[in-house]
């Protein structure tokens, strides 16, 4: 154990108080957290404000406390700080940071196809002989132990301590997903990653980011957290690459298929039911690969996973088998069999970007008509609505425009923010129920045609008012069509 003077100190001001030469068994920002001996930062959040439990948390026995809020208190040091989050990851990077003594981090930004890379990097790194840890929207898993995830990137003092578990269990690599919330409220501030990897950037998370720069600026911090031996791996046919070069603490490569100057330059994609093959070409070096996973987009996140491998001296066998293993990831182009005559997709594309690439993937092998089941989650962006009504009238035959996880909106009100992107109603169904939806997609469905449902992907739940409720789009689909 700590002192609390040795914790925070060149972190916080001192104060003169005796209770600085106390240990420090803990740290919270949860109030109910709270143990005897330690230290609770008080957070000022968007929904809820901690200070309003510092009564709660002394009762419980803390040795001090961090706030941003002047407060009478005596009984307990009280470190008034300006900002309390950025506080607390010094802090804990500080008392838990031994959790990530013998862990490798490679860790994956961008706002589409984070999860398949981080699937991907998993299966090359495994068959390299390595334990393997992975922390992404989808769970949190190692060895023989799986947690279904509740964010990206789980908040500070639960990343920490999750790395230590699995250190602790024989981990050696943990693979990360890192969203732009994380990173902009500080999760993993003071780690340093290996690698650092960089897909795209398109619109999404305005709400929070109020702005596209801001967006971009916040997933570029992943490349100043590089360790002195790390690697940058950037797309660089993505317009936001030059900010992720310039942002990276060292050693940076790029990607692409475009006609751009890239080091890694992928060359004849030939894609072929059931599977996908392509070169990448480097140094003059050609490197063949095969992916069962669908579409052109995911060529590209099979690359970054493929480059990061190599830059990290992996042998190139290993990396081609590596990725050849992944066969589907849960809720990412993920296709349910039916005898129906028609397939069925279920993907987690909620931006703009991530339907259009969905729907151009689908559409190459569609015989008949492509069907889409969509909607958007409430208290998010609203300038992606439109975007998506757009984009899905562009592409699609019949669209059938429901909730998501309308939050505290009226779904009635995003569908209609949804149909302002839309120029003729003609093909074009609203259910608000998302069940309902669902089945009445597939009632259209005929031989040869193709449903995509779309937003919601690997999710089991729905999230309507304040209530989460299970709800699954493949149990769904299941269900109603009777497939085992």
């Known amino acids: 154990?700590?002192?609390?003077?040795?914790?925070?100190?060149?972190?916080?001001?001192?104060?003169?108080?005796?209770?600085?030469?106390?240990?420090?068994?803990?740290?919270?920002?949860?109030?109910?957290?709270?143990?005897s001996g330690y230290l609770f930062v008080a957070i000022s959040g968007y929904e809820v404000d901690g200070h309003d439990f510092i009564l709660e948390a002394i009762r419980r026995g803390v040795c001090g406390l961090v706030v941003e809020k002047k407060i009478d208190e005596q009984s307990v040091p009280v470190f008034q700080v300006k900002e309390s989050r950025q506080v607390l990851a010094q802090l804990v990077h500080r008392f838990y940071?031994?959790?990530?003594?013998?862990?490798?981090?490679?860790?994956?930004?961008?706002?589409?196809?984070?999860?398949?890379?981080?699937?991907?990097?998993?299966?090359?790194?495994?068959?390299?002989?390595?334990?393997?840890?992975?922390?992404?929207?989808?769970?949190?898993?190692?060895?023989?132990?799986?947690?279904?995830?509740?964010?990206?990137?789980?908040?500070?003092?639960?990343?920490?301590?999750?790395?230590?578990?699995?250190?602790?269990?024989?981990?050696?690599?943990?693979?990360?997903?890192?969203?732009?919330?994380?990173?902009?409220?500080?999760?993993?501030l003071g780690?340093?990653?290996?690698?650092a990897i960089f897909t795209n950037l398109s619109r999404d998370h305005l709400d929070f980011h109020r702005s596209f720069e801001q967006y971009g600026k916040a997933k570029s911090m992943l490349f100043g957290m590089l360790s002195p031996d790390g690697v940058g791996v950037v797309n660089g046919d993505d317009p936001a690459s030059q900010l992720m070069l310039q942002s990276a603490n060292g050693r940076a490569v790029t990607y692409g298929k475009v006609n751009t100057p890239v080091d890694y330059q992928i060359k004849g994609i030939k894609e072929a039911q059931g599977q996908t093959q392509f070169d990448v070409v480097h140094h003059g070096r050609r490197i063949h690969l095969t992916t069962k996973l669908w579409g052109k987009f995911n060529v590209m996140n099979c690359t970054a996973a493929a480059v990061t491998g190599l830059e990290l001296g992996l042998d190139?066998?290993?990396?081609?088998?590596?990725?050849?293993?992944?066969?589907?990831?849960?809720?990412?182009?993920?296709?349910?069999?039916?005898?129906?005559?028609?397939?069925?997709?279920?993907?987690?594309?909620?931006?703009?970007?991530?339907?259009?690439?969905?729907?151009?993937?689908?559409?190459?092998?569609?015989?008949?008509?492509?069907?889409?089941?969509?909607?958007?989650?409430?208290?998010?962006?609203?300038?992606?609505?439109?975007?998506?009504?757009?984009?899905?009238?562009?592409?699609?035959?019949?669209?059938?425009?429901?909730?998501?996880?309308?939050?505290?909106?009226?779904?009635?009100?995003?569908?209609?923010?949804?149909?302002?992107?839309?120029?003729?109603?003609?093909?074009?169904?609203?259910?608000?129920?998302r069940k309902?939806?669902?089945?009445?997609?597939?009632?259209?469905?005929?031989?040869?045609?193709?449903?995509?449902?779309?937003?919601k992907g690997h999710e089991d739940y729905q999230i309507i008012g304040l209530r989460r409720i299970p709800f699954d789009d493949k149990v769904i689909v299941k269900e109603y069509l009777g497939i085992p």
């Open 316 to 433: 190139e066998k290993v990396v081609r088998e590596g990725i050849e293993k992944i066969c589907h990831v849960k809720g990412r182009m993920e296709a349910i069999d039916s005898d129906r005559g028609f397939h069925i997709f279920i993907d987690y594309a909620h931006t703009p970007d991530a339907l259009q690439n969905v729907l151009v993937t689908v559409r190459a092998f569609t015989k008949k008509r492509l069907i889409v089941v969509f909607g958007c989650g409430g208290d998010r962006d609203k300038g992606k609505r439109p975007e998506m009504g757009k984009i899905a009238v562009t592409l699609a035959d019949a669209i059938f425009i429901t909730s998501d996880n309308p939050r505290s909106e009226d779904p009635e009100v995003i569908i209609q923010d949804i149909l302002v992107g839309i120029d003729s109603l003609d093909h074009i169904v609203t259910i608000i129920d």
């Open 191 to 195: 780690m340093r990653f290996r690698a």
């Open 436 to 455: 309902e939806a669902i089945h009445a997609a597939l009632d259209h469905a005929r031989e040869g045609d193709v449903v995509v449902i779309a937003g």
């Open 97 to 188: 940071g031994e959790s990530l003594k013998n862990i490798q981090l490679l860790g994956i930004t961008g706002t589409n196809g984070k999860t398949t890379v981080s699937y991907l990097l998993e299966s090359i790194f495994k068959t390299a002989g390595m334990e393997v840890g992975l922390i992404g929207t989808v769970s949190y898993r190692w060895k023989e132990k799986e947690i279904s995830a509740n964010r990206t990137t789980p908040d500070v003092i639960d990343l920490y301590q999750l790395l230590g578990k699995m250190q602790n269990d024989g981990v050696r690599m943990v693979v990360m997903e890192i969203s732009s919330h994380a990173l902009a409220l500080h999760r993993v």
């Open 1 to 35: 154990m700590i002192s609390l003077k040795m914790l925070c100190e060149g972190i916080v001001s001192i104060p003169d108080h005796p209770g600085m030469s106390g240990k420090v068994t803990g740290i919270a920002s949860d109030s109910r957290r709270v143990k």
